[in-house]
């Protein structure tokens, strides 16, 4: 086991190194610029319309709501990561590694936006009337002129979900649940993890369906309870924000980080906190495609919009609130915290600012709590996406009811045992999802910029054409989408 776990971890550093992540980040900037800023232009836009009245109706059987669709997906990358992910990168990488988060999300939301457009553009279809699409069905089309290769690399995007959802997706999960049980109520990690694997199975047998509205209910709900928590560290340590803001701009943009050491160099804050960012909001990784070709929106340019404010919640706002109360607390400078530990240690000290120890130890709580929310929501949504990819080369309800009970009893067996080697095969998974995904989408880079003006375009004729008094409640477009092009001569 030992070698196996060296052997993986060894893989593991060659397939996430700086090739892949610069390749991803390269990638958002590119469609960045290609689509002309769209995305950040159209941000506030798609914020104002994800949280209307339209994107919360549904659709037919088998369809789900805009708007849940986006909880699903967020289900699934508002994790432990945006936790103890956070901490991590600014432990090895220095407080401006929360900066180059901030970057590399910016950039990613171009990137996801496109991913879920082609996702809804290419979706298809199966005998029980449900959508089902993702990157294994873009890149048949991305290489429809050798079907072999499209199907092949489909089915390695597929099969690298379906073990990454059994990995990062549930067994880690799960043993991030069990063990912040364990240490903050002293509850053992065996029942916890019976209970959770029921749970879990209670809730998979209802399909999308019953995980888009427990993922619609959760999520917001988590997050204002995390945003309450952060909020009394940031007030306990107001008179530290300005000086945590500016040490956070000065060690991402400095060649010796803030913290000082070999940790602590430019090249570290960039390479911890854009692979962290990357890692928290998914974008170029394709699974987010997977919910958003279940949503009732017709348009695929619209539903890109909604999907790729995903990214913006993920990384420029919850990842910020740990950021920011980590470099606030002064817990980056004690020796010998990292992961987990560091974000406990900074409500635990926030917390006892202001009420002492015993309201120390609810804060710790409270971060107990967040970390159970986040972790079971990423189970929730991850099994979605390996049910889907299983879907795509093994159709059946045999198969689909066999995947549901293996899913849940490895929840169990997450919650009890040792995960190291899990991480790293998780990781390599991970990898194998995201190089089809981005070659589909450098494939397929015209088709992205054609749907995306001829949106516009669409979207301004709308615009003028409407009266005055319904123009100012037109979600779409933003007033910043000012292009007047011809989508067939832009690309």
């Excluded at 690298?160 to 991030?176: E, H, K, R, W, Y």
């Excluded at 919640?313 to 609130?321: A, E, K, Q, R, Y």
């Excluded at 293996?406 to 991970?430: E, H, K, Q, R, T």
Aim: proline share 4%; with cysteine.
């Amino acid at each position: 086991m030992e070698l196996l776990g060296a052997a993986l971890q060894r893989i593991d550093h060659f397939v996430w190194g700086p090739g892949t992540v610069c390749l991803l980040l390269g990638t958002g900037v590119f469609f960045t610029f290609r689509l002309r800023f769209l995305p950040w232009r159209n941000l506030g836009a798609a914020l104002r319309s994800v949280f209307g009245r339209e994107a919360r109706r549904g659709g037919k059987p088998g369809e789900i709501s805009p708007f849940s669709s986006l909880m699903t997906a967020l289900a699934a990358t508002v994790g432990t990561g945006n936790l103890v992910g956070v901490a991590t990168a600014m432990a090895a990488g220095g407080p401006g590694a929360l900066v180059w988060m901030w970057i590399s999300a910016l950039f990613g939301m171009a990137t996801k936006y496109a991913e879920c457009l082609l996702a809804v553009k290419y979706r298809e279809k199966n005998s029980r009337g449900e959508w089902c699409g993702g990157p294994m069905y873009t890149l048949r089309r991305a290489f429809c002129a050798h079907p072999r290769l499209g199907r092949g690399l489909g089915l390695l995007f597929a099969g690298s979900t379906v073990l990454a959802s059994f990995g990062i997706g549930c067994m880690t999960q799960a043993n991030s649940i069990s063990a912040a049980l364990l240490e903050t109520f002293a509850v053992p990690q065996l029942p916890a993890g019976v209970l959770l694997s029921a749970l879990v199975f209670l809730l998979l047998l209802g399909g999308i369906r019953t995980i888009s509205k427990v993922s619609s209910a959760l999520v917001p709900a988590m997050a204002v309870l995390y945003f309450l928590a952060g909020g009394v560290c940031l007030g306990a340590n107001l008179e530290n924000l300005p000086s945590g803001l500016s040490q956070l701009f000065q060690s991402a943009f400095s060649v010796k980080a803030a913290c000082g050491g070999a940790a602590g160099t430019l090249f570290s804050a960039v390479r911890f906190g854009t692979a962290r960012g990357i890692f928290s909001n998914e974008a170029g990784l394709g699974s987010a495609a997977i919910t958003a070709a279940a949503s009732s929106e017709s348009s695929p340019a619209k539903q890109g919009y909604f999907s790729m404010t995903g990214t913006f919640f993920d990384t420029l706002v919850v990842c910020s609130v740990t950021g920011l109360v980590l470099a606030c607390s002064g817990v980056l400078e004690v020796p010998g915290v990292q992961g987990a530990g560091l974000t406990v240690l900074a409500f635990r000290l926030s917390f006892t600012k202001i009420g002492g120890p015993a309201f120390g130890a609810v804060g710790a709580g409270f971060l107990c709590v967040c970390i159970v929310l986040f972790a079971f929501s990423t189970i929730l949504g991850w099994s979605y996406y390996g049910e889907k990819a299983l879907e795509f080369f093994a159709p059946g309800r045999r198969i689909r009811s066999l995947y549901r009970a293996l899913y849940s009893a490895c929840a169990c067996v997450g919650a009890v045992g040792g995960l190291s080697v899990v991480w790293a095969f998780s990781d390599i998974a991970n990898a194998c999802m995201a190089l089809p995904n981005l070659l589909s989408l450098w494939r397929l880079q015209n088709t992205v910029a054609r749907e995306t003006f001829a949106y516009e375009e669409t979207c301004q004729i709308s615009h003028k054409n409407a009266p005055k008094s319904r123009a100012k409640r037109l979600r779409f477009p933003a007033r910043s989408c000012i292009i007047k092009t011809n989508p067939e001569k832009r690309t």
